[in-house]
């Protein structure tokens, strides 16, 4: 069983950074491929970006291209995702997810899921 937590999320200003944490509530023995969507209030669940088992290949949504960077830390399998330049629009829950298989940008993709930590950006 390998359900994951998230943590690191807060309020802050417009331009600041944040680094999220999502790290599974059970000890595993494999590598995990990692993702991270968000969901704003009103709209449906976007995807952000994922990195592969290895942490070798990463991709993400174009809208936080060169602001936010995807990492994962294969020896406790935790996973990251550390925000800089964040801007309002950026003010959503965001939510970790894993597989031990190859993911996407679709949801369905992932096997495992956190229940998603706030983050929010002032203007």
């Known amino acids: 069983q390998e359900e994951l937590v998230e943590s690191g999320g807060g309020s802050v200003q417009a331009g600041d950074s944040l680094r999220l944490s999502c790290t599974p509530s059970?000890?595993?023995?494999?590598?995990?491929?990692m993702a991270w969507f968000r969901q704003a209030p009103g709209k449906e669940r976007e995807f952000v970006a994922f990195?592969?088992?290895?942490?070798?290949?990463?991709e993400y949504v174009e809208s936080v291209k060169d602001r936010f960077i995807i990492s994962k830390d294969n020896a406790k399998n935790v996973g990251y995702l550390q925000m800089n330049s964040l801007k309002p629009e950026d003010t959503a829950v965001y939510y970790c997810?894993?597989?031990?298989?190859?993911?996407?940008?679709?949801?369905?993709?992932?096997?495992?899921w956190g229940q998603g930590t706030q983050v929010t950006v002032s203007l």
């Open positions: 997810a894993a597989t031990v298989g190859f993911g996407d940008r679709s949801p369905g993709a992932w096997e495992y």
């Open positions: 059970e000890r595993t023995f494999t590598y995990l491929a």
């Open positions: 990195i592969s088992r290895s942490g070798a290949t990463s």
